[in-house]
């Protein structure tokens, strides 16, 4: 029974959905890409679209509304959020596979019980609750009290990434609605996935946001071990070696979707 | 693709394996047939594949869209229709309807979302298009001999056994022409609404629309615009709703009270307070009282007809009692002289390719199943969409498949639970599935609450052991 939704629907809104679709289409399944809470769309565009796109696999990443180029969104809620996703991943012309980025796999995580991807991948995924919340409390008090998660870029990226770079990517981020905030410290556990789609967990041991023992609990929910990549911060779609985890993902695209 | 070289035919490889009255049989062993690619069709295909099984489905027309293509012969659809119940409630709950899209589609955007599911979960290369179910017969082990042949009437015709069948003919379709005493040498023009497609066939002409479904409604309001003058005849007196209250689509009001848990009684009170200061007292234009309450039958949902009647565009009258040769008598007495009559009085069920007790139809034509779903002692055999919601249609019949291709799968894994599973759908045989005081007439054969509906698949789901339906 879906009387809330029914009752009371998510708002449309204006959305950025940024693609690169490959030079001849060769049947391979869309791959949407949800960057995290203050990311955009764009810390996908840098590297992995067109990476993605050239390996054959028609490529798009939607900034969640709020966020990047999307209409402003001050009272989202995690499930407008998951609406987002599953409104982009429906209007593709084949049955999508969802990659999601921190609190972004949350996000995707609860699309999934809303939309029958053929496969997802939750890439350092932040499920929230208070576990997160402690293991970072610098980032996360402003939060608490209404402001901003905090994300340094001495957080987010290895030493590798040239400081100027790291320190231009992190002042491009924005913010997620307080709602959203709060509600990612609250933990609600997603719905299982529709459609049993398989499920990639991948992340970094030396991320500082997510702990590994986070990274094990979330894969072993969805059944598998995380795949992991040594010496990467959290975001590794921006990081130096932002190559490798990406190539390790298509590949088990190719293999299981 | 899930289905060998050779569908049917014997020089390319196709293996017949068994003979039924001197016809090869071809084997699809596990292969589920659907009947029909509209909505239910194609609801009943994904969901046949996302469980595992291989589909075969055969569509008399050329696309998919089933009622909701208007090219198609059978469709009732004509060129204003939108849909009577907002987003939420009409998509199906995997596959959301864009954003973009108004609270209430066109029927040109229901077939474009329709094409784009196809398409998104690859439906269409399991289509047999232009091809015709001609008979659907019982085989040994629970199985399905299925009889077709090419809509056109040429080749032969071709018998495949299936594992289940899901009948997705649609039943909107057929039409009901009530027998009126002189209706054969009523000189004026009469059509049934599944005739009715285009506005311009009522222009300058005085029509008289029999039926106050949605339908018969729709096509007053049309009439209203378009014709010289239109009567509206009517038997009994229905809640008019309007699309909007509040602020918002109607349904989506109505699902916020029952968000909020409010019972029937205080629903009803709220919906008739708002009603009466909206739409008013609809007597005065007329119209018969009411003889339920709010809820008890799924309301005609029009926001026009109350204008139009206000207007006096449209005249409201009793139901027919005879027709004569240039005139038409009402009961009451008065007697108009239409040009055009629209029949707008429904729709038969229809089966034509299968035995009906099968499906347990009764002298009345109705057939008798489980949720109007599930046939008795047929557990591989499923009707989808047969409902007359107070909701949109596509989210019910999705979990009615859904729970049919669980149904199946447990079959396989634990026969015995299958067994106790369909033996308890079967003592609910004639359960209804709303808590309307209606009349036992083919209108309301299938009307369902969605809500009290969905609780029981729910439950069905539960006791299948599958989660994510809530």
Redesign the interface.
Request: hydrophobic share 35%.
């Given at each position: 029974?879906?009387?809330?939704?029914?009752?009371?629907?998510i708002a449309?809104?204006r959305r950025e959905v940024r693609r690169a679709t490959p030079e001849v289409d060769e049947g391979r399944p869309p791959v949407l890409f949800v960057p995290g809470f203050g990311h955009g769309a764009w810390v996908f565009a840098e590297h992995w679209l067109e990476h993605t796109a050239d390996r054959g696999f028609p490529a798009y990443a939607v900034s969640l509304r709020g966020h990047g180029d999307s209409a402003k969104a001050p009272k989202a809620t995690l499930r407008a959020y998951a609406?987002d996703v599953?409104?982009v991943a429906?209007?593709?012309?084949?049955?999508a596979v969802i990659v999601g980025h921190g609190a972004g796999a949350l996000v995707t995580a609860h699309a999934l019980?809303?939309?029958?991807a053929r496969a997802a991948v939750l890439l350092s995924p932040v499920f929230g609750g208070t576990g997160t919340a402690l293991r970072n409390p610098m980032l996360s008090l402003p939060a608490l009290f209404g402001g901003g998660l905090r994300l340094p870029a001495g957080q987010l990226f290895s030493r590798e990434l040239p400081s100027n770079a790291a320190r231009g990517y992190a002042a491009r981020l924005g913010r997620a609605s307080t709602r959203a905030q709060w509600q990612l410290l609250r933990g609600r556990t997603p719905?299982?996935?529709?459609?049993?789609p398989p499920v990639l967990v991948v992340g970094s041991p030396d991320d500082r946001i997510v702990s590994d023992t986070a990274l094990r609990r979330v894969a072993r929910g969805y059944g598998g071990a995380p795949l992991l990549f040594p010496g990467m911060g959290h975001d590794l779609m921006l990081d130096t070696r932002w190559r490798e985890p990406i190539d390790a993902i298509l590949d088990w695209l190719e293999k299981s979707a | 693709m899930t289905y060998s070289a050779g569908y049917g035919d014997p020089e390319s490889g196709g293996p017949a394996t068994a003979w039924r009255d001197g016809w090869p049989v071809y084997d699809r062993s596990g292969t589920v047939c659907v009947i029909g690619a509209g909505p239910s069709g194609l609801t009943a295909m994904k969901n046949l594949k996302e469980h595992g099984f291989g589909v075969d489905c055969y569509e008399r027309d050329t696309s998919v869209g089933g009622a909701w293509n208007w090219r198609h012969d059978r469709s009732p659809v004509y060129a204003s229709t939108h849909l009577i119940s907002s987003k939420p409630f009409s998509q199906f709950p995997d596959f959301p309807m864009p954003d973009s899209w108004p609270d209430y589609p066109k029927h040109t955007q229901v077939l474009e979302y329709l094409e784009h599911y196809a398409d998104h979960f690859d439906l269409k290369p399991h289509i047999w298009f232009g091809t015709e179910v001609v008979k659907v017969e019982p085989a040994e082990g629970e199985r399905w001999d299925v009889t077709t042949r090419s809509t056109g009437g040429y080749g032969g015709e071709r018998i495949h056994r299936y594992a289940a069948v899901v009948i997705a003919n649609g039943h909107n379709w057929s039409p009901k022409r009530p027998e009126y005493e002189g209706l054969e040498d009523f000189k004026g023009e009469v059509i049934h609404a599944a005739q009715f497609k285009d506005a311009a066939q009522l222009r300058n002409k005085k029509v008289l629309v029999i039926g106050a479904g949605n339908t018969g409604c729709d096509i007053a309001v049309e009439a209203a615009q378009q014709a010289a003058r239109c009567w509206h005849s009517t038997r009994r007196g229905y809640w008019y709703t309007p699309k909007y209250t509040l602020g918002r689509p109607a349904d989506q009001v109505n699902d916020l009270m029952l968000w909020l848990k409010l019972p029937l009684r205080a629903r009803q009170f709220l919906a008739h307070r708002t009603l009466k200061s909206t739409v008013g007292d609809l007597t005065r234009f007329g119209l018969p009282q009411p003889d339920h309450k709010i809820y008890e039958t799924h309301t005609i949902v029009n926001s026009q007809l109350v204008y139009y009647l206000g207007h006096g565009a449209v005249s409201p009258v009793p139901d027919v009692a005879r027709f004569h040769r240039n005139s038409v008598e009402l009961k009451g007495g008065e007697v108009i002289e239409p040009d055009l009559v629209v029949l707008a009085t429904g729709y038969h069920p229809s089966f034509e390719f299968i035995d009906g007790s099968l499906l347990g139809v009764d002298a009345s034509g109705r057939p008798r199943l489980a949720m109007h779903a599930f046939p008795k002692r047929q557990p591989t055999l499923a009707v989808a969409g047969l409902l007359q919601p107070d909701s949109g249609l596509f989210p019910l019949v999705h979990w009615q498949m859904v729970a049919f291709a669980r149904m199946l799968r447990v079959r396989e894994a634990a026969p015995a639970k299958a067994v106790a599973v369909q033996r308890k759908l079967e003592a609910e045989l004639d359960r209804r599935w709303t808590t309307a005081k209606v009349k036992d007439s083919t209108r309301h054969w299938f009307e369902i609450s969605h809500t009290t509906y969905l609780k029981a698949i729910q439950r069905l789901l539960d006791e299948l052991g599958l989660e994510g339906a809530k």
């Open positions: 029974m879906r009387a809330r939704e029914w009752a009371f629907p449309p809104v609406h599953a409104q429906a209007s593709l012309p084949r049955r019980a809303r939309y029958p719905q299982p996935p529709v459609g049993d | -």
